[in-house]
């Protein structure tokens, strides 16, 4: 739970309360006990997060998290820990990372650096560990908002995202941005 500041924070801007937590996590549970082709986590961290994302309003967050949902069964290779763990040492190339501070309001600061990326279009076509997909640069992205959503702070206060264009160049970088990967990142992104 938040330090008193925090918590105060969090009645303020999301009305969670004492009272608002066991209601909302036991009325989620029981949407999910009514919808049994719906199988996933029912541990509080993890519902919580959809609690918070809309202000307790169980509709709401019922409704995220079933698209959250789908957006794992449309898209798992995304969400699969075991790629994602291979991915890491993208992380170590600078592409993307999550400061260790915080905005003044408290939110988590992810920065994207996508001219960093050497990208290619086939992983046999990799010549060195440098070289990404643009589905492996997308993964190790999910991969680090998804760990700076375990933080119950940045479930309150968001994350803001700051996107370094610098070496960017369309020739070099169109995968990025082609109408499949820009609505995959959108969906994904909005459910997260």
């Known amino acids: 739970m938040f330090k008193d500041s925090w918590k105060e924070r969090c009645c303020k801007e999301v009305g969670e309360t004492d009272e ?14 009514g919808n049994p ?20 309003d169980v509709e709401k967050s019922f409704k995220l998290l079933k698209s959250y949902l789908s957006a ?6 995304l969400f699969q820990l075991s790629p994602a763990v291979e991915d890491i040492v993208h992380l170590s190339q600078g592409c993307q990372c999550i400061l260790r501070g915080r905005t003044k309001k408290g939110q988590a600061i992810f920065v994207s650096r996508p001219g960093k990326y050497n990208l290619i279009s086939d992983k046999s076509k990799r010549g060195g560990r440098q070289a990404v997909t643009v589905e492996e640069a997308f993964r190790t992205n ?35 941005l082609n109408p499949y990967h820009t609505m995959r990142t959108t969906s994904v992104v909005q459910v997260s």
């Open 37 to 56: 082709e719906i199988h996933t986590v029912q541990a509080d961290e993890f519902l919580l997060r959809f609690l918070r994302a809309r202000k307790f």
């Open 142 to 176: 999910v991969l680090a908002l998804e760990w700076s959503l375990l933080e119950e702070m940045t479930q309150l206060a968001g994350v803001v995202s700051i996107i370094d264009m610098e070496g960017f160049s369309l020739v070099k970088h169109s995968g990025f």
């Open 20 to 33: 608002s937590r066991t209601e909302g996590l036991a009325a989620l549970r029981r949407h999910l006990s």
């Open 72 to 77: 794992k069964k449309r898209d798992p290779e």
